[in-house]
């Protein structure tokens, strides 16, 4: 099987509307069609939709379009290589091998072998159930989240991994084992275990919590190929469902995720840093949440990674709320039997973000002190500096300011235009989509050849090289040579998507009406009508100021052949 022949294998097993859906809430907008928010640039209003039967997505707005590849590489920030893997992988479909090393799959591979090391793990050791029994956990969370235990013997995995025929560095790579002075041995030893899981529920990293004093408390597998930690949530597979209703809870502990989900609360995440990163907030928004309820520890330095996931400028289409816990951490909670009742409290009692940054700036403060006032200001300006035009947080906020610390709105305004000053102006807006009338009919044409079947396609690429004549060089031109060599839609298409008017194909392609076999040759010769009249009017123009600045009576009956030529492919489209 070659790469062209696992990409239309792919694309028969996998739906493109369901990949798209695990990153965007679509909705129906028609026959085989479904829209919602471009997950590629902020917007309030759905842009962006998906055709299952022409099997693409396009973004009105931002011009994002393409295949089911396409979408995986923009999504992921993937090469082409990277997505048919991850695609191929899912799908079940072999790939042609390119004889690199360490591919991904085989990473995954080596972490399925470690979880079932660990719940074998779990399984025999009395001490590690009795341990995740006392922090209140039952064997449902247990087993849906896949706790497990690495027991204390150094090789175990090692040998484990070895009887598969996994190699120490294989383990080493997919960050299970460790090595020093050329020795390898396990990371994880006597420690619970917990599988990290990217957006699509696979293993690709776990954190171990020591059973006893050893240190660190908390071990995370080292960064590798399948594994950022700036780029997953804990349990976000297991609340995507709730997620979509709109909320999240965000959470610093693994312990207070499961916790959380087992007192009712499935739509809780953890982090597994101190805040939100932007790629986490990315993962939330994809989901269509819009209020985010941070519950990170009671202590300072969960207040201050509060804090931090507030400063996310991704952040801003979130509504934050700051949970104020009744005890250090949401885990906590399930032991006592009105922790559920407890929890819902604080959730209910949550600071909006403006109140909360109001009064974690003014803390300690004498607000009726002018320097203290200036504290506070100081504090708080950072937030109200936004380059959003209409940005309601910032707007409250200031608000909030005037009224507080007794500035007038044009002082406060003064001040923040004073450090608004020399800071780099605004991007510049995307260029206008080109206006060439020949070039937008040709990609008409294109649209036209690549919605048909993949049994009509050659024939019909054939008849159009026989009723127009593109001049050497232009898109179409290239179009029908490739057409000709490699007579293959989903090859074309990746090839022309990345032209500079790859993006307005794709919209022409979203824009073609579904239609019977029978009303398609019509449509193509008024489309081709149309073309070859633009080709004679340009030729037309040229001649025309070549007649001024030189007269000649062969370039006048050329005009006027070309008058001809030109009123009889009017004809052609009117009257079709």
Request: glycine letters at 6%; one cysteine or more.
């Amino acid at each position: 099987m070659d790469t062209g022949q696992a990409v239309e294998a792919i694309k028969r097993r996998l739906s493109l509307k369901e990949v798209v859906s695990r990153y965007v809430a679509l909705k129906p907008a028609g026959r085989g069609r479904w829209k919602g928010l471009c997950p590629f640039h902020q917007e309030k209003t759905p842009s962006f939709y998906v055709d299952e039967e022409k099997g693409l997505f396009h973004c009105f707005g931002c011009k994002a379009g393409g295949d089911l590849l396409a979408f995986v590489e923009k999504i992921e920030g993937l090469d082409f290589l990277g997505a048919l893997e991850r695609l191929a992988e899912e799908a079940g479909v072999e790939i042609p091998k390119a004889g690199t090393p360490a591919k991904r799959r085989e990473l995954f591979d080596v972490l399925k072998l470690a979880q079932a090391y660990f719940l074998e793990g779990l399984k025999a050791s009395l001490e590690a159930q009795a341990y995740l029994e006392s922090r209140g956990l039952n064997p449902e969370s247990i087993a849906h989240f896949g706790l497990g235990y690495a027991p204390p013997k150094g090789d175990g995995l090692l040998t484990h991994l070895s009887r598969h025929g996994i190699s120490p560095e294989e383990g080493l790579k997919a960050g299970v084992l460790a090595e020093k002075d050329g020795r390898f041995y396990d990371r994880f030893r006597n420690r619970i275990t917990f599988p990290i899981k990217d957006h699509l529920g696979r293993i690709v990293a776990f954190t171990g919590r020591a059973l006893g004093d050893e240190a660190p408390k908390y071990l995370n597998s080292p960064e590798t190929p399948l594994f950022r930690k700036r780029e997953v949530l804990f349990a976000y597979p297991e609340a995507k469902a709730k997620l979509r209703e709109g909320r999240a809870i965000v959470v610093e502990g693994l312990f207070d995720a499961i916790a959380l989900h087992q007192m009712g609360f499935t739509e809780a995440v953890a982090v597994l840093g101190s805040g939100l990163s932007e790629e986490q907030a990315h993962l939330l928004a994809m989901q269509e949440v819009r209020e985010v309820y941070l519950a990170f520890d009671a202590d300072e330095a969960g207040q201050r990674a509060t804090l931090q996931s507030l400063d996310l400028s991704l952040a801003r289409k979130f509504l934050f709320y700051a949970v104020r816990l009744p005890r250090k951490d949401p885990g906590e909670l399930l032991l006592l039997p009105e922790g559920p009742a407890l929890f819902q409290k604080a959730l209910e009692e949550a600071l909006p973000e403006v109140e909360f940054r109001f009064q974690e700036a003014s803390r300690g403060l004498d607000l009726t002190r002018p320097e203290h006032k200036r504290k506070a200001l100081e504090a708080l300006t950072p937030r109200m500096l936004s380059s959003e035009p209409f940005d309601p947080v910032a707007d409250r906020l200031k608000a909030l300011v005037v009224e507080r610390l007794g500035l007038s709105p044009r002082q406060l305004e003064d001040y923040l235009a004073s450090l608004k000053r020399g800071k780099r102006p605004p991007p510049q807006p995307p260029k206008a989509e080109p206006k060439n009338r020949v070039l937008l009919l040709e990609l008409d044409v294109m649209a036209l050849l690549l919605s048909l079947p993949e049994e009509r396609f050659a024939e019909w690429v054939h008849h159009t090289a026989l009723h127009v004549w593109p001049p050497e060089g232009s898109l179409l031109s290239e179009f029908l040579e490739l057409a000709s060599r490699e007579p293959r839609r989903d090859y074309l298409r990746q090839v022309l998507s990345r032209k500079e008017a790859g993006g307005i194909l794709l919209e022409r392609l979203m824009l073609v009406p579904s239609m019977d076999e029978p009303r398609f040759p019509e449509l193509l010769e008024k489309t081709l009508a149309r073309l070859r009249e633009a080709y004679y009017l340009e030729r037309r123009a040229k001649l025309k100021e070549e007649l001024h600045r030189n007269p000649s009576l062969e370039i006048l009956r050329e005009i006027q052949e070309l008058d001809q030529a030109i009123e009889a492919e009017r004809r052609i489209y009117r009257r079709l």
